[in-house]
């Protein structure tokens, strides 16, 4: 299992779209992403889970990845919220 905490590079943080994109993202890969947020844990391939999180742009959270392809997935995420994607 790998923990990474990232700080949100996305202008706009995690609203609908952004949210929308970062769940296809974290669902091309087999492994069981989780996303933490100011004491709450929600699978980053459940959408309404996501939502709940409401996260704005500059905010840390820590993303978890346990899994064959963990590595891969754990970058393309970060890549992602940091903008670079």
Do not use: C, H
Request: aromatic letters at 4%; a negative charge; zero cysteines.
């Amino acid at each position: 299992m790998l923990k990474k905490t990232i700080a949100i590079g996305l202008s706009s943080g995690l609203e609908a779209r952004p949210v929308a994109m970062l769940v296809q993202i974290a669902s091309q890969f087999d492994s069981q992403i989780y996303v933490e947020n100011n004491n709450a844990r929600v699978n980053a391939k459940s959408i309404m889970g996501m939502m709940t999180l409401g996260m704005g742009a500059g905010e840390e959270i820590t993303v978890s990845a346990d899994g064959d392809d963990e590595n891969e997935a754990l970058d393309n995420i970060e890549k992602y919220l940091k903008g670079e994607k």
